[in-house]
Every structure is written in structure tokens, then in C-alpha cells.
């Protein structure tokens, strides 16, 4: 088989993050004045880099230190309430598990910092199955622009043509789109038809097969 890969996004798609996002952006915002509604979170949160949250919730560009204090302060609070509530999404440990059996190359490429990461690396144990790691630290563009797929792409020396990605957000979806790439659309936070047009959709790993994957790889 020519190289192929699959690659995953890590909130909402390799865990059900999003939920412990909101509780730490709302400990944020509250200590700020701000109490956003649950509609402004799925339209402004998820799958958005923090930068662009903050310029959204807050009114105004946050750069220089003060994006660093603020987003090492959301993101600590986010790690100090998910620490003890690390699952996976249903199915997907065995599922990379099987892509590695039949010679699949993969990596993940989050928009999230690497700490974050590394947390849910630790508890779930899938490094040592990923090719190409990738956080935001390793990006200058993020989502919908397609650079950290197609460095993902680069380190595991396959072309994005050959490349299937499991997304669960608008930006991440057209990110993936914009590389060329296949996708898998993660139903984890929106529904059928608030993404972009995706190959497929899945609310978890039992609904999809290698053998799908392979059908969408059959003619790159």
C-alpha cells in the first residue's frame, strides 16, 4: 500500500473536551463581568484558537504578555478541571489501534496548547502511536488555514491527497478541506449541517469502518 494517514484533532475528537472548556472559559469570563451564552460558545469557542476568543468575548485585540497570561490562566483552569475526566470519545483507542495494524501513518493537529495535549497523552497512552504531534505553539496560521495539516502531512511524509482527517468543527473541517484533504466530520459539537461538506460523519469510532477509509483513499 503507497503511504496513507490518518489524522486527528484532539477537542472533540479524540475527547469530548469542550464541555470542560466552557466551565473554565465561564470561571474566565465571570471573574471579568462576562457571562456568554451557551449559543455564543459553540459559535465563538469551539474549534477557535484562543486568540480569537478573547478578541471576541473581550472586544479587542489581546497580544503581547497579556495573551500569554490569559491564556496560560483559561488554560490552567481548564487542566484543573478535566485532570480527573479524561475518556476518550467511544472506540478510539481501538481504532488507532487498528489503523497502525494495516500500515496507516498518523499524527494529531490541535489547535490547543501542548500542554493540554500532553495531559490527555499522558493519561490515554497514544503517543508512542502518533507519527507527527502538533499543538499550536507549532503553528504561525490557525484553523480554517490549512498549515498545520499540511505539516502534518510533511512530517509523515505523506501527500495531503492521502490523508484523512477526523474534525468536529467548522474551522478544523475547512482547515482540513483547504489542505486537500479527506474528511471525517466528528458530531461531537455540531450537527450534519453546521459543518462544512464532509466525506463522512460519525457520533463515535463504531461508525466507521477501514474499510470506508480506504474508499476514500482508493483514487488520491
Request: aromatic share 10%.
Amino acid at each position: 500500500m503507497s503511504k496513507k494517514a490518518v489524522i486527528f484533532d484532539m477537542d472533540g475528537v479524540i475527547c469530548h473536551t469542550n464541555p470542560y472548556h466552557s466551565k473554565a472559559f465561564r470561571v474566565f469570563f465571570e471573574k471579568r463581568g462576562l457571562n456568554p451564552t451557551d449559543q455564543e460558545f459553540a459559535e465563538h469557542m469551539f474549534g477557535k484558537s484562543n486568540s480569537y476568543i478573547l478578541k471576541h468575548f473581550l472586544g479587542r485585540e489581546i497580544v503581547g504578555e497579556e495573551f500569554k497570561q490569559m491564556e496560560d490562566e483559561k488554560e490552567g483552569l481548564f487542566r484543573e478541571i478535566y485532570a480527573n475526566e479524561i475518556e476518550p470519545i467511544s472506540g478510539f483507542l481501538n481504532w488507532l489501534e487498528l489503523l497502525k495494524t494495516n500500515g496507516f501513518k498518523t499524527g494529531v493537529a490541535t489547535s490547543a496548547p501542548r500542554a493540554n495535549l500532553d495531559l490527555i497523552m499522558g493519561k490515554l497512552g497514544f503517543e508512542s502511536n502518533m507519527e507527527s504531534i502538533m499543538a499550536s505553539e507549532d503553528v504561525s496560521k490557525h484553523k480554517p488555514d490549512p498549515e498545520v495539516y499540511l505539516t502534518t502531512a510533511a512530517n509523515l511524509g505523506v501527500e495531503p491527497q492521502n490523508c484523512v482527517v477526523f474534525e468536529d468543527s467548522f474551522s478544523g473541517v475547512s482547515a482540513a478541506i483547504n489542505a486537500g484533504m479527506k474528511v471525517v466530520g466528528v458530531l461531537s459539537s455540531h450537527t450534519k449541517e453546521e459543518l462544512p461538506p464532509c466525506d463522512h460523519h460519525i457520533n463515535t469510532y463504531a461508525d466507521v469502518s477501514l474499510s470506508q477509509i480506504q474508499t476514500f483513499l482508493k483514487y488520491a
